[in-house]
């Protein structure tokens, strides 16, 4: 009986506090931990986007290395359309989320406030 009384205070300090938070607050907490790999780690902490890996690449033909990095876009200033779909739909180096449409609108509302201050 004790425990579950304690579980009842920890969950109401839970809802307490996630009704204080803002959108945008959540919306931080989602880029930085969406349940898998956050986005900030690819993305940058602002979503300017940039270069995550610089590696060698060897050219059969003529026979030479050349410099060949791996990028990431930026993802500020699309549209809500074009950001949820960039989501949704992560081809080759993304990897996917599963993500409900209000985490999505959370997250654009963070990327589209903090437009300043990337890296
Ligand atoms: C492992 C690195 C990585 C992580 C983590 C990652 N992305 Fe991406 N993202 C990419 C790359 C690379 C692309 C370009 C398309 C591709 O190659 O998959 C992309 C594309 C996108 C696009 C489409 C951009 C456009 O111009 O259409 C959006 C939107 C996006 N990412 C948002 C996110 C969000 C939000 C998260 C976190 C939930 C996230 N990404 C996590 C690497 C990543």
New binding site residues.
């Given amino acids: 009986m004790k425990k579950f009384g304690i579980l009842v205070v920890i969950l109401a300090t839970f809802l307490a506090a996630k009704s204080f938070i803002t959108d945008i607050e959540y919306g931080k907490m989602l880029?930085q931990n969406?349940r898998?790999?956050?986005?900030d780690?690819?993305?940058g902490k602002s979503g300017f986007g940039g270069v995550?890996a610089i590696y060698k690449e060897f050219n059969k033909t003529s026979g030479e290395k050349y410099d060949a990095n791996l990028t990431?876009?930026n993802?500020i200033n699309?549209t809500p359309q074009?950001?949820a779909?960039?989501?949704m739909q992560?081809?080759?180096?993304?990897?996917s989320?599963f993500?409900t449409a209000d985490e999505i609108v959370a997250?654009y509302k963070y990327l589209n406030k903090e437009k300043l201050n990337d890296k």
């Fill in positions: 880029y969406p898998g790999i956050g986005c780690k690819c993305h995550i990431t876009p993802i699309l074009e950001f779909d960039g989501i992560s081809r080759g180096v993304m990897p989320y993500l997250i």
